[in-house]
C-alpha cells in the first residue's frame, strides 16, 4: 500500500510542513469542471484515501465547480485533521459555457474569500493563492486586497497563481509569498525562470497540469522509455522528474479514481538514476 515519504517535506514561508506531493481536488466535480460529480460518495473516498496515505496538502479553488470542489472538501474533511494544510484559490470565475474568467477586484476577492471560508468550514485558509492577473485590475490593488485579509487573520499564508516572476517580485514588495502555482511539466517549461526565482526565494513552485494529460511534447519517448526501466507508468515517471527536479517542487495531480491516486503516490518512492534525470531534464 503506497504512503508519502515522511522525511521529503517542504515548509510553507518557512514554517508550516506539507509533504512534497500533494492532491489536486479540481476533478472532484461534473464534466468540464461543472456542478456536481456523478458520484459525491467516490469524491469524499477518494479524499479520504488521500489523508490514509499521508497526503497532507490538497489544493483546489471556488471557481472549481464552481464552488463544488470547495463544498465537497468541507463536507468530508471538517473539522481538519491538524497536520492538513488545505489550499484553495480565488479570482477567476466560470461562465456556464465553461469560460475561465479572471476578476481581480479588490472587492470582488475580499467576497469570494467569505464564500471559500464558508464552504470549507474553516475561519482561516491555509493557503489563499490568487488564481489568475486580471488585466482589467493593476495587479498590486489585487495583492494588497489579499494582503489585507492576511493581516486580520483570514489567510494564514498567501500564493499565487499564473504570474511571471516580474509579477512575483511586485507582490514579494507587498507581502510574504508562500507559493507560486504555474504550468508546468516534464514536457512544458515555459515557467523555468519562475521556478528559478522560488527556489532563490525559497518559495513553494505548485506545478499545475504536472502530467501534461499524456501530452509531453519531445520527451514523451524518453519518459516511456524510463518508465519501462522502473515498471512504472509515464505518469509516476512524470511525478518524479519533478520531485526530483526542484527541491521547492510541490506536485499536486489531481484524479476522481483512488486506483489512479494510490499509483501517483507511489511514484513518490521512485528513485531516479543520474543519466535517467540527464535524459529527462535536458
Not at 70 to 98: C, M, Q
Not at 181 to 200: I, K, M, P
Request: hydrophobic letters at 35%; charged letters at 25%; proline letters at 7%.
Amino acid at each position: 500500500m503506497p504512503v508519502i515519504n515522511e522525511s521529503d517535506v517542504f515548509h510553507l514561508d518557512g514554517e508550516t510542513p506539507v509533504h512534497r506531493l500533494g492532491f489536486g481536488a479540481m476533478r472532484l466535480t461534473g464534466e468540464d469542471i461543472i456542478g456536481d460529480p456523478e458520484s459525491p460518495e467516490n469524491a469524499r473516498k477518494v479524499l479520504h484515501t488521500a489523508l490514509a496515505r499521508g497526503v497532507d496538502f490538497i489544493d483546489t479553488a471556488d471557481s472549481y465547480g464552481p464552488a463544488v470542489s470547495e463544498r465537497l472538501i468541507g463536507e468530508a474533511l471538517a473539522p481538519y485533521p491538524d497536520d492538513l494544510v488545505v489550499a484553495t484559490k480565488g479570482g477567476l470565475l466560470r461562465n456556464p459555457d465553461g469560460e475561465w474568467l479572471p476578476n481581480g477586484d479588490p472587492d470582488y476577492l475580499r467576497n469570494a474569500l467569505l464564500g471559500s471560508l464558508d464552504r470549507l468550514r474553516v475561519d482561516t485558509i491555509d493557503l489563499y493563492q490568487y488564481h489568475r492577473p486580471d488585466p482589467d485590475t493593476p495587479f498590486e490593488d489585487s495583492v494588497h486586497a489579499l494582503a489585507e485579509q492576511k493581516d486580520e487573520g483570514r489567510i494564514k499564508h498567501l500564493g499565487l497563481s499564473n504570474v511571471s516572476v516580474e509579477q512575483l517580485d511586485e507582490a514579494r514588495d507587498i507581502v510574504d509569498i508562500a507559493t507560486v502555482q504555474n504550468q508546468y511539466n516534464v514536457g512544458d517549461r515555459e515557467s523555468e525562470d519562475v521556478l528559478q526565482a522560488c527556489e532563490e526565494y525559497d518559495i513553494g513552485f505548485i506545478p499545475w497540469f504536472p502530467l501534461g494529460a499524456g501530452d509531453l511534447g519531445e520527451k514523451e519517448s524518453v519518459v516511456a522509455d524510463v518508465a519501462d526501466a522502473h515498471d512504472a507508468t509515464p505518469q509516476q515517471i512524470s511525478l518524479a522528474w519533478l520531485l526530483h527536479h526542484s527541491p521547492v517542487m510541490l506536485p499536486i495531480p489531481g484524479t476522481s479514481s483512488v486506483d489512479h491516486l494510490e499509483d501517483n503516490v507511489a511514484a513518490a518512492s521512485i528513485e531516479l538514476t543520474d543519466d535517467e534525470l540527464a535524459r529527462l531534464t535536458e
